[in-house]
């Protein structure tokens, strides 16, 4: 493969894409989510990982839409692909607080570098474990890269 842009990692990326191995978690405005450690199970972010496939996760978005509200997400695998048993975290908890007018509140886009890379022999679902201050909290949660085949 070509080196792109003289960085060697482009080419994994633009081979997922090409090859339609991309993948795009993403929860859009989740609330009800308040004051426990809540693992992720929704539709279009729980990513069950195929037998004999691994996920390489290259960069998540956390955005909090509420006023006077926190949020925290950290990201890593379940047991169970179906989003239960124990969560095991790949990365510290990252926290995102608003003020009384949402003033100065900016998403947070952070690449993962080297990114995760979670086999379907180390764990059944990748997913993030989150928790706001309230109910009424809204937030979005979303997460790039690709799956491959081992």
């Not at 996760?57 to 695998?77: H, K, R």
Request: contains cysteine; hydrophobic residues 40%.
């Amino acid at each position: 493969m070509a080196i792109l842009d003289g960085k060697p990692q482009y080419d994994s990326y633009l081979a997922a894409a090409r090859g339609g191995d991309g993948v795009c978690l993403k929860v859009n405005d989740k609330a009800g989510v308040n004051g426990a450690d809540t693992v992720l199970t929704d539709a279009g972010f729980l990513y069950a990982i195929p037998t004999g496939e691994h996920v390489v996760i290259t960069c998540f978005y956390l955005y909090l839409s509420t006023v006077s509200d926190w949020v925290w997400a950290e990201f890593g695998y379940t047991a169970n692909a179906d989003g239960s048993g124990t969560f095991t975290a790949l990365t510290p908890k990252f926290r995102i607080d608003t003020g009384a007018a949402n003033a100065g509140n900016s998403p947070s886009l952070t690449t993962v570098n080297p990114p995760m890379v979670i086999k379907s022999t180390t764990g059944g679902a990748f997913t993030a474990r989150v928790r706001t201050n309230d109910a009424g909290a809204t937030f979005t949660l979303a997460c790039n890269g690709w799956h491959e085949r081992i």
